[in-house]
């Protein structure tokens, strides 16, 4: 079959596809060139807001279309919007409402099942792929199938094992590694800790040999991806598990290695990754971490390792006190604004970027104002603006009331994107004049222009000869600023 993958989210929904994908061709599946020439169509969804999810309806009203003239074409979901691994043809009670409610849906699992692809499909398939077989050989292969349809929609043993699958990585220079799943901080507008469970850390040994394995390839850049990557180790099925101390891994390093391991998890792990340096592992980036778990000694590794980037996203969601103890973040923008102000101190050039919520459940016009204060005084150079839609299943929907109106919610996003808007355009201006290195994404031939990001993950795009411009890409260069717009930089190759 061929396939096509819509990814929608965040870095480890993009990093659980590319295992998606890699499960897909263990099977003998292909990606298609087209979305059109697809007869397997798999989303793996977010349902963080209400978008992300209304984007996967409206695809499927066009798919649904589709599959009346195509009666093979084959539907099916992964992600936050799935609870239970099941099939049309799974019994109805361990039927996931979507498999149940949405006519096109053929088949949906949990991102932890995907090792069970195989059988998914075969269950999920209108025709077996048994046709061209004898009778007798048909009916035992469907009933085996039912069979393994029953044991798949049971929940799964170790959420874990899926990242034992080795990813079809969709670029040979940049790389997402999972190094942790799940989240134990119950933000109350999230759903996360719903749909992906509680948080567990992948031991440090896979994540080691998945980053060695991907320097001796060629990797430059490598994204360690969590929900909360900076409490990596910290959770009570991390401690039952001792994955993060290192069981097995540790016991090589020196006594104040592990010290550290048993101390600083996260920034053992950085350690321990930044030593890929030699190999050739030019850029290490986390996301996303948590402002909670944001230790002292997490902010020194940015200025002492060598590949660590100096971008810090840390999502601040809100800037008044009450609205974040609603959202049950864990700090106070006081909190907040003492932990950038030591970034800074350390790492004066550091860009620091941020995720924001307008319009949660309760927030005032006041609240808000303290929200836009925050953002005058801290001067991110970059935020992701969000109007706040109540998800099914969490917290602030069940018992808070989305009381903000649209319109108000409308014009608190657009007041903070003025800002933004602002002080973007002042971060970038201040970077004319100054030469980056920038890791060459890609080649656009029409505008013979190159485009890449700097270390500090700002976009940078300079012209580039038609006779070398595509050999450039997965290459670090130095460009020199030449000109700031609000979003990207423009400059010359040095
Ligand atoms: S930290 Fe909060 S927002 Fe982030 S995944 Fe966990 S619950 Fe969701």
């Not at 040979?172 to 999230?190: E, L, M, N, R």
């Not at 996203?313 to 609603?326: C, F, M, N, Y």
């Given at each position: 079959?061929?396939?096509?993958?819509?990814?929608?989210?965040?870095?480890?929904?993009?990093?659980?596809?590319?295992?998606?994908?890699?499960?897909?061709?263990?099977?003998?599946?292909?990606?298609?060139?087209?979305?059109?020439?697809?007869?397997?169509?798999?989303?793996?969804?977010?349902?963080?807001?209400?978008?992300?999810?209304?984007?996967?309806?409206?695809?499927?009203?066009?798919?649904?279309?589709?599959?009346?003239?195509?009666?093979?074409?084959?539907?099916?979901?992964?992600?936050?919007?799935?609870?239970?691994?099941?099939?049309?043809?799974?019994?109805?009670?361990?039927?996931?409402?979507?498999?149940?409610?949405?006519?096109?849906?053929?088949?949906?699992?949990?991102?932890?099942?995907?090792?069970?692809?195989?059988?998914?499909?075969?269950?999920?398939?209108?025709?077996?792929?048994?046709?061209?077989?004898?009778?007798?050989?048909?009916?035992?292969?469907?009933?085996?199938?039912?069979?393994?349809?029953?044991?798949?929609?049971?929940?799964?043993?170790?959420?874990?094992?899926?990242?034992?699958?080795?990813?079809?990585?969709?670029?040979?220079?940049?790389?997402?590694?999972?190094?942790?799943?799940?989240?134990?901080?119950?933000?109350?507008?999230?759903?996360?800790?719903?749909?992906?469970?509680?948080?567990?850390?992948?031991?440090i040994k896979e994540i080691l040999a998945e980053?060695?394995?991907?320097?001796?390839?060629?990797?430059?850049?490598?994204?360690?991806?969590?929900?909360?990557?900076?409490?990596?180790?910290?959770?009570?099925?991390?401690?039952?598990?001792?994955?993060?101390?290192?069981?097995?891994?540790?016991?090589?390093?020196?006594?104040?290695?592990?010290?550290?391991?048993?101390?600083?998890?996260?920034?053992?792990?950085?350690?321990?990754?930044?030593?890929?340096?030699?190999?050739?592992?030019?850029?290490?980036?986390?996301?996303?971490?948590?402002?909670?778990?944001?230790?002292?000694?997490?902010?020194?590794?940015?200025?002492?390792?060598?590949?660590?980037?100096?971008?810090?996203?840390?999502?601040?969601?809100?800037?008044?006190?009450?609205?974040?103890?609603?959202m049950n973040r864990r700090y106070s923008a006081?909190?907040?604004?003492?932990?950038?102000?030591?970034?800074?101190?350390?790492?004066?050039?550091?860009?620091?970027?941020?995720?924001?919520?307008?319009?949660?459940?309760?927030?005032?016009?006041?609240?808000?104002?303290?929200?836009?204060?925050?953002?005058?005084?801290?001067?991110?150079?970059?935020?992701?603006?969000?109007?706040?839609?109540?998800?099914?299943?969490?917290?602030?929907?069940?018992?808070?009331?989305?009381?903000?109106?649209?319109?108000?919610?409308?014009?608190?996003?657009?007041?903070?994107?003025?800002?933004?808007?602002?002080?973007?355009?002042?971060?970038?201006?201040?970077?004319?004049?100054?030469?980056?290195?920038?890791?060459?994404?890609?080649?656009?031939?029409?505008?013979?222009?190159?485009?890449?990001?700097?270390?500090?993950?700002?976009?940078?795009?300079?012209?580039?000869?038609?006779?070398?411009?595509?050999?450039?890409?997965?290459?670090?260069?130095?460009?020199?600023?030449?000109?700031?717009?609000?979003?990207?930089?423009?400059?010359?190759?040095?």
């Amino acid at each position: 079959m061929k396939y096509y993958i819509q990814t929608l989210g965040c870095a480890m929904n993009y990093s659980d596809s590319e295992r998606v994908a890699a499960a897909l061709g263990k099977l003998g599946h292909s990606p298609a060139k087209k979305e059109s020439e697809a007869d397997l169509y798999i989303f793996n969804t977010c349902s963080i807001r209400q978008k992300g999810e209304d984007r996967v309806y409206g695809k499927l009203m066009t798919l649904g279309e589709r599959k009346q003239r195509e009666k093979d074409l084959l539907i099916g979901i992964t992600g936050c919007m799935v609870r239970k691994t099941s099939t049309k043809k799974s019994p109805r009670e361990k039927m996931d409402k979507l498999v149940r409610d949405l006519k096109p849906v053929d088949f949906v699992f949990r991102i932890e099942d995907a090792g069970e692809l195989g059988k998914i499909l075969k269950m999920a398939a209108k025709k077996p792929s048994v046709r061209a077989i004898n009778k007798a050989a048909k009916a035992k292969r469907i009933r085996g199938a039912a069979k393994a349809a029953r044991e798949i929609v049971t929940d799964s043993v170790d959420r874990l094992d899926y990242l034992d699958i080795a990813p079809k990585y969709s670029s040979g220079f940049q790389a997402f590694v999972p190094i942790q799943i799940g989240c134990d901080k119950f933000c109350t507008y999230c759903i996360v800790p719903y749909a992906r469970g509680r948080e567990q850390a992948r031991p440090i040994k896979e994540i080691l040999a998945e980053c060695r394995t991907l320097v001796e390839k060629g990797c430059k850049e490598i994204t360690l991806v969590g929900q909360t990557v900076n409490s990596y180790g910290r959770s009570d099925l991390d401690k039952k598990s001792g994955h993060a101390y290192g069981r097995g891994f540790v016991e090589t390093l020196t006594k104040s290695a592990q010290l550290q391991f048993a101390k600083e998890p996260f920034v053992a792990l950085l350690t321990e990754v930044d030593k890929l340096h030699a190999q050739g592992l030019n850029r290490l980036r986390f996301t996303s971490p948590h402002p909670y778990d944001y230790s002292d000694a997490l902010i020194k590794a940015h200025a002492k390792l060598k590949t660590l980037t100096p971008h810090f996203h840390i999502p601040v969601q809100a800037g008044s006190d009450e609205t974040l103890k609603r959202m049950n973040r864990r700090y106070s923008a006081a909190d907040y604004k003492k932990l950038i102000k030591k970034i800074r101190a350390l790492i004066p050039d550091a860009s620091v970027t941020t995720d924001i919520i307008v319009g949660f459940c309760g927030e005032t016009k006041k609240d808000f104002e303290k929200t836009l204060k925050l953002y005058k005084d801290i001067k991110w150079d970059m935020a992701y603006l969000a109007r706040y839609s109540p998800r099914p299943g969490t917290v602030s929907q069940k018992f808070f009331k989305d009381d903000v109106p649209r319109a108000e919610k409308a014009r608190r996003w657009h007041a903070l994107n003025t800002v933004l808007t602002k002080s973007s355009r002042d971060y970038n201006k201040k970077l004319i004049g100054k030469t980056l290195e920038v890791l060459v994404e890609k080649y656009d031939a029409r505008t013979n222009e190159c485009e890449g990001k700097s270390r500090e993950n700002k976009l940078v795009q300079f012209p580039a000869p038609a006779s070398k411009g595509l050999s450039l890409v997965g290459t670090i260069q130095k460009v020199k600023i030449t000109k700031a717009l609000e979003w990207n930089l423009k400059g010359e190759i040095r």
